[in-house]
């Protein structure tokens, strides 16, 4: 499996961008959907990679450096498609946006999820993430789940 960085010409990379909006739809009112879009990949503040393989990106995810109350990183897009589930290819996404993080020493790192989402929170919080109140222009209502990691206390 290669990692690779996610451009927003490259089909693998809209195919699996149009993988995640279909599962998050399924989950929750589209109306809570603040995605990460494809052509957002060229932003400068924008981080983002993928484990590519014969059957294209597998597993995805993203660090946006936001300059809201104070600056941040937010996760964003993480991913992983059914098949490759359960093979620790969303924590090694997250180790790698985390350490790309510490590197641009971005101090803190914040993340919206939903509370359908049983395994990633499982992830966040193995990772350190705590729960947290909404941020940047998230409101809060009972689809989302806010988690922030400081990056100074987990080195």
């Known amino acids: 499996m290669q990692l690779v960085d996610l451009k927003p010409n490259d089909q ?13 739809n399924t989950l929750y009112p589209i109306a809570t959907a603040q995605s990460l879009t494809v052509n957002d990949l060229n932003k400068p503040n924008v981080y983002a990679i993928g484990l590519k393989n ?5 597993a995805c995810g993203a660090i946006v450096k936001q300059f809201d109350d104070k600056v941040y990183g937010e996760i964003r897009r993480l991913y992983v498609k059914p098949s490759y589930r359960g093979k620790g290819l969303s924590r090694r996404i997250m180790q790698i946006l985390l350490h790309h993080a510490g590197e641009e020493e971005i101090p803190l790192i914040r993340l919206e999820t939903g509370p ?9 919080e193995n990772l350190g993430f705590q729960r947290c109140l909404s941020f940047g222009k998230y409101k809060d209502n009972p689809q989302s789940l806010f988690m922030e990691l400081g990056l100074s206390q987990s080195s």
């Not at 693998?12 to 599962?23: E, G, K, Q, T």
């Open 12 to 24: 693998d990379v809209i195919n699996v961008f149009a993988d995640i909006d279909r599962l998050m």
């Open 116 to 124: 359908k989402q049983a395994e990633s929170i499982s992830l966040y």
């Open 54 to 58: 014969e059957d294209g990106i597998v």
